[in-house]
C-alpha cells in the first residue's frame, strides 16, 4: 500500500457542483432583463465545462480514488467528521453522462420552445448539479440531500406547463412517491448514525463490519433499497415514470430515462459495497436472490407494458422501466461482471433513450402528435429520424455490436457464473417486448404499413399530446442533429475495442470495500488486481442476440397484421384481455400507487427477513 499522493492534476471536485449552483443563481436574479440568447448560451457553456471536468475527474481518478474533504476537516484519530467528494471512474464518468446529457437536451430545447422563461434554464442547471453530486458524494446524508435537490428540480420541470392539469397531476404522482422514498432514506440514515455515529460512507462499513448483522442493520437497508428503487422506477416502486414522461417536455423526458433513473441503481450500488457488503458478506447469495428477482420482475413487466402502448413517451418511458430491470439484474448479481456489463450497459442506454426522446419531440414539434396511431405514414417525411428509430429499435432488443449488446452479454455471462442461467431469458424477453414496441411503431409512423391502432388506445394516446411548445413547423437543423448525434454514439459503443475489459476494470476496483475505506479513511492506495479473465463475448451471447432481433420483428410484423384478418383481429383481443389487468393497474391515482408502494416495500421486507434468518 501506498500514502503519497497518486491521482494526476485534475479540477477540484467541488466545481462540477458549485459551477451551475452559482450559474444557476446568477440567472435567478438576472434571468428576467437577460436576452434568450444569452440565457441558452450560459447554459450550454456551464453544462460542457461540467462534462468537461468531469471527464478530466475520470480519467485522473483510474489508479486511485480522489478523496476531497470540503473546509479542509479530513479524517482525524480514526473519525471522519468532514464532508468528503470521493471521486473514483465510475462515478465520474457517470457524471461526466449526467453532463453531457444536460448538453445535448440544452441544444435541443434552445430550438424546440417558441419561449420558455428563464425558470426553465434555473431548474436545468440546478438538476444537473444535484446528479452530479450524487454522483460524486462521499457522505450518505450529502446523498440524500443531492437525492432531495434532483426530486425537487425533477417535479418543477414536470409540471413545467402549469397550465395543464395532466402536468399537474404528473408531478403530484411523481413528486408524492419519490417523497415517500426520500422519507425512507432518511429514516435509514438515521438508524445507522445512532449505531456509528457517523455519515461518511467508508466510516459507516468500518464500524457496522465490527458487529453482527442486526435488525437495524437489515431495517437501514431496507430503507435505502425501497428509497432508491422508487427513483430508479424498480416494480412495483415504478408508477409515477409514465405519468411524468407523459407530461414532461421532451427535453427533460431525456434526461429522466436517460440518466436520472440510473442514478437510483448507481446509489444502490454505492451504499451496498461501501456500507453493507462488509458486514453482509454471509448473506451475500441471498441478498443476490432478492435484487435479481426484483430485476427480473421489473424486466418482463415493463416490457409488457412498454409493448401495450401506443402513446410514444409512455411506450418508451415503461420500455425504460425494463431496462432498469436488466440494470439492476447487472447490480444485483453482485459481481464485478455482473456491475461491468450493468455500466456498458448504461453507457449505452443513456444516449439511445435520450435520442428516442428528442425524436419523439420532433415528431410532436413537426405534426403536434405522440399518437402512433395519429402518426402513421407522416413519418415519411422524416427519413432520417426513421432511421434513428429504427436503430433505437434494434439496439433496445440487444442486436450483436449495437450500442446495449456488450453489456448485456457481461450480465449474462455474470448470471451463468452465478449460477443463474435462466436470466439469459429474463434479458430475452425484456429486449424482445420492446425492442418489437418500438420497431412496430418505427414501421407504422415512417413507413404507414399496418393495421390501424384501435379507437380506445388512438384516444389514451391524445391525452397528452398537445404541448404549448410544440409549434408545428420544421425541424431545425440542431434538433435533428442532436438525434443523429446521440443515436451513433450509442451504436458505436458496440464497437469500441476492449470496452468490456476497461469497464471490468473499474468494477473490480469499485466492489472493493477494504481499498476504498482505506483511501477515504487512512489516505492508503491498495493496489487492485487486473480482472482475472476479462469477459469476451461468446457465440452463444451473438446467437441470443440475433434470436431477440428476429423475435422482435416478428413480434411487430404480426401486431402490424393483426387487424387485417378476422382470426388476427380476435387474436389481438385475446391478448388485450390478458394484459389489461396489468394496464389498469395503472391508474393515474396516486392513491393506488402508494398502496402499491407499501405492499412492495412490506413483500421485499419480508424477503430479507426469510434471507437473513
Known amino acids: 500500500m501506498r500514502h503519497e499522493e497518486v491521482n494526476p492534476p485534475v479540477p477540484s471536485p467541488a466545481l462540477p457542483v458549485a459551477v451551475p449552483l452559482l450559474a444557476a443563481a446568477v440567472i435567478s436574479a438576472l434571468g428576467r432583463v437577460l436576452p434568450r440568447r444569452v440565457l441558452d448560451s450560459g447554459v450550454l457553456l456551464v453544462t460542457g465545462a461540467v462534462t468537461w471536468m468531469c471527464a478530466r475527474l475520470a480519467w485522473g481518478t483510474v489508479d486511485a480514488p480522489l478523496v476531497y474533504w470540503f473546509g479542509g476537516w479530513q479524517v482525524h484519530e480514526g473519525v471522519a467528521l468532514g464532508i468528503s467528494f470521493t471521486v473514483d471512474p465510475l462515478g465520474a464518468g457517470m457524471a461526466a453522462l449526467v453532463a453531457l446529457l444536460c448538453t445535448t437536451s440544452m441544444a435541443f430545447a434552445w430550438h424546440y420552445f417558441d419561449a420558455v422563461g428563464h425558470l426553465f434554464h434555473v431548474l436545468l442547471l440546478l438538476f444537473c448539479a444535484a446528479m452530479v453530486g450524487f454522483c460524486l458524494t462521499g457522505d450518505l446524508f450529502n446523498l440524500f440531500v443531492f437525492f432531495e435537490l434532483m426530486g425537487v428540480s425533477a417535479y418543477a420541470l414536470t409540471g413545467y406547463k402549469v397550465e395543464e392539469p395532466q402536468a399537474i397531476q404528473g408531478a403530484l404522482n411523481f413528486a408524492v412517491t419519490n417523497t415517500a422514498g426520500g422519507m425512507l432514506i432518511l429514516l435509514a440514515i438515521g438508524l445507522l448514525y445512532g449505531r456509528t455515529g457517523a455519515l461518511n460512507l467508508a466510516a459507516l462499513g468500518e464500524a457496522l463490519a465490527k458487529g453482527p448483522v442486526d435488525m437495524l442493520v437489515l431495517c437501514a437497508f431496507l430503507l435505502l433499497t425501497v428509497g432508491l428503487c422508487t427513483k430508479a422506477a424498480v416494480v412495483p416502486f415504478h408508477f409515477w415514470l409514465g405519468d411524468a414522461h407523459a407530461v414532461a417536455p421532451s427535453p427533460v423526458c431525456a434526461l429522466f430515462s436517460g440518466v436520472m433513473v440510473e442514478l437510483g441503481l448507481y446509489g444502490l450500488a454505492r451504499v451496498y459495497w461501501t456500507v453493507f457488503a462488509p458486514v453482509m458478506k454471509a448473506h451475500a447469495s441471498g441478498v443476490r436472490l432478492v435484487l435479481v428477482g426484483m430485476g427480473a420482475l421489473t424486466a418482463v413487466v415493463g416490457g409488457l407494458m412498454a409493448f401495450q402502448q401506443h402513446h410514444l413517451k409512455r411506450q418508451l418511458a415503461f420500455s425504460a422501466v425494463s431496462h432498469m430491470g436488466v440494470v439492476l439484474i447487472g447490480v444485483g448479481l453482485l459481481s464485478p461482471v455482473g456491475l461491468a456489463g450493468a455500466a456498458a450497459y448504461v453507457l449505452a442506454h443513456a444516449p439511445l433513450k435520450a435520442s428516442l426522446f428528442l425524436g419523439v419531440g420532433v415528431l410532436l414539434n413537426r405534426f403536434r402528435s405522440v399518437g ?32 446495449t449488446f456488450p453489456g448485456k452479454a457481461a450480465i449474462e455471462e455474470a448470471a451463468k457464473q452465478a449460477h443463474l442461467p435462466w ?46 411548445e410544440a409549434k408545428g413547423r420544421r425541424t431545425h437543423p440542431v434538433m435533428g442533429l442532436t438525434v443523429v448525434l446521440l443515436t451513433l454514439a450509442s451504436v458505436a459503443l458496440g464497437w469500441v475495442p476492449h470496452l468490456g475489459a476497461r469497464v471490468e ?108 434468518r
Do not use: N
Not at 374 to 399: D, I, M, N, S, T
Not at 442 to 452: A, C, D, K, T
Open 505 to 612: 476494470a473499474v468494477a473490480v476496483r469499485f466492489v472493493d470495500s477494504g481499498a476504498y475505506a482505506a483511501r477515504v479513511m487512512r489516505g492508503e492506495v491498495h493496489p487492485v488486481p487486473a480482472p482475472e479473465q476479462p469477459v469476451e463475448v461468446h457465440g452463444e451471447a451473438v446467437a441470443f442476440g440475433v434470436g431477440s432481433v428476429l423475435g422482435a420483428l416478428a413480434l411487430a410484423v404480426a401486431v402490424l397484421r393483426s387487424g387485417r384478418k378476422p382470426g388476427r383481429a380476435r387474436l389481438r383481443e385475446v391478448l388485450r384481455a390478458v394484459l389489461s389487468p396489468l394496464r389498469d393497474l395503472h391508474s393515474g391515482h396516486v392513491g393506488d400507487y402508494l398502496a402499491w408502494w407499501v405492499a412492495g416495500a412490506a413483500c421485499l421486507g419480508g424477503a430479507l427477513l426469510a434471507v437473513f
Open 423 to 468: 436470466l439469459t431469458w429474463v434479458l430475452l424477453a425484456s429486449g424482445l417486448l420492446t425492442g418489437s414496441a418500438l420497431l412496430r411503431a418505427s414501421v407504422r409512423i415512417f413507413l404507414g404499413w399496418g393495421s390501424e391502432v384501435p379507437a380506445e388506445d388512438e384516444e389514451a394516446a391524445r391525452e397528452d399530446e398537445k404541448e404549448p
Open 372 to 403: 402512433e396511431g395519429r402518426l402513421k405514414g407522416r413519418g415519411r417525411e422524416l427519413p432520417w429520424l426513421g432511421v434513428c428509430f429504427a436503430l433505437g429499435g434494434l439496439g433496445l432488443a440487444g442486436a450483436p455490436w449495437v450500442g
